[in-house]
């Protein structure tokens, strides 16, 4: 669903505790710093708290990372926002936007026990400090946001084998939308080009 009702925090991309200095840090290479909420990112950051806060993480079990973002916005800041959101309870809303339950009576406490309100406490503090813990609304137009594979001309393993048997260059992971899902912006643009290989 493109609409989340979450329970978290707002985690920065930048500074020393940031997201982009995290990723670096722990060596989470396939991690893509700009969008947490890819599969493959999302799993790469769970097992590296897993591992470097294993006393936070193993209380917070259905911990998530969401991301703000919609595919009609053509601005500079569309592909990337200054922060993620880091939540110890996701609900997704509806298309309908009806909610089963009274929502203002769910908001009014976090639905978390002491111990996992302590643990979400604790890693905000860490890697957020300052930033509020609450009950958040964040719009995802695309939460399976398509993005390029890595081109490299001397590396065959980004050719998959496709369900037809032919040869693709996407990676099982990666297919591409079938109609296109955000334009990007000129700088971003001329990015992506000064970047392939001559």
Known sequence: MPVYMLYGFRWPRAGF???????????????????????????????????????????????????????????????????????AKVIAMPESGALDYDAEEL???????????????????KYAAGEKIGWWIVYNGDPERWFPPIEDDDDESMVYEDEDGGD??????????????AFLPEKLTRFFAA???A
């Open 17 to 87: 505790t940031g997201i982009r200095v995290y990723i670096v840090l722990h060596n989470l290479e396939d991690a893509t710093a700009e969008y947490l909420q890819q599969p493959a990112t999302t799993q790469l950051l769970l097992e590296s708290f897993a591992k470097t806060e294993p006393g936070i993480a193993s209380r917070l079990p259905d911990m998530k990372f969401i991301e703000q973002y919609d595919p009609d916005d053509v601005s500079d800041t569309a592909v990337s926002k200054p922060y993620a959101y880091v939540a």
């Open 107 to 125: 908001v009014k406490e976090s639905g978390l026990d002491e111990d996992s309100m302590a643990a979400l406490t604790e890693l905000r503090d």
């Open 168 to 181: 693709s260059e996407y990676g099982s992971g990666s297919q591409p939308p079938s109609t296109p899902t």
């Open 195 to 197: 970047k392939k290989p």
